[in-house]
């Protein structure tokens, strides 16, 4: 398969930072718990990017595969109000065109954007992030991911 620029970017990203990975190609997938199922990871350690906006613009939830979230969480989480609400398909595309639409990292400095991550997905030893396209995920170590990225931390999953 062909690496995407998402791929080539996020890749030299964490090259930048000095960070551990491997990179995991698998048949193409259109959700977080399918390319679970297809990289033969637990869903639980797969980390789902989920795109929020509000007026101040992007923001990203990052919540285990096996999860769903808790909006009302995520507002308290980011202190936004009401106005916060899933991004479109089309807000996406035009605010994170190195992603494709429905396989964002979780790398908040890549796309301008704020970033809550769940507490969950600091407990596995690794974890699949997206490689910013429906057939490639990377295995990194959730503890570098927040100390490149710096999230803030939450409960976010719905009860």
């Given at each position: 398969?062909?690496?995407?620029?998402?791929?080539?970017?996020?890749?030299?990203?964490?090259?930048?930072?000095?960070?551990?990975?491997?990179?995991?190609?698998?048949?193409?997938?259109?959700?977080?718990?399918?390319?679970?199922?297809?990289?033969?990871?637990?869903?639980?350690?797969?980390?789902?990017?989920?795109?929020?906006?509000?007026e101040?613009?992007?923001?990203?939830?990052?919540?285990?595969?096996?999860?769903?979230?808790?909006?009302?969480?995520?507002?308290?989480?980011?202190?936004?109000?009401?106005?916060?609400?899933?991004?479109?398909?089309?807000?996406?595309?035009?605010?994170?065109?190195?992603?494709?639409?429905?396989?964002?990292a979780?790398?908040?400095?890549?796309?301008?954007?704020?970033?809550?991550?769940?507490?969950?997905?600091?407990?596995?030893?690794?974890?699949?992030?997206?490689?910013?396209?429906?057939?490639?995920?990377?295995?990194?170590?959730p503890?570098?991911?927040?100390?490149?990225?710096?999230?803030?931390?939450?409960?976010?999953?719905?009860?």
């Open positions: 398969m062909a690496v995407s620029r998402g791929l080539e970017l996020i890749t030299a990203f964490l090259d930048e930072q000095g960070i551990d990975y491997e990179v995991v190609e698998h048949r193409r997938t259109a959700t977080a718990a399918a390319e679970a199922r297809a990289a033969g990871v637990p869903a639980s350690e797969v980390a789902k990017t989920i795109a929020l906006r509000d101040k613009g992007l923001c990203l939830a990052v919540i285990p595969a096996s999860c769903r979230l808790d909006l009302e969480k995520a507002r308290r989480a980011l202190r936004a109000g009401e106005s916060l609400r899933l991004a479109t398909e089309d807000e996406i595309r035009l605010e994170v065109d190195v992603f494709d639409v429905g396989a964002l979780p790398l908040a400095d890549l796309v301008r954007a704020t970033e809550v991550v769940d507490e969950r997905l600091l407990a596995p030893e690794r974890i699949l992030i997206s490689g910013g396209d429906h057939s490639h995920g990377v295995l990194i170590d503890h570098d991911l927040i100390e490149i990225v710096q999230p803030k931390l939450a409960d976010l999953c719905a009860d």
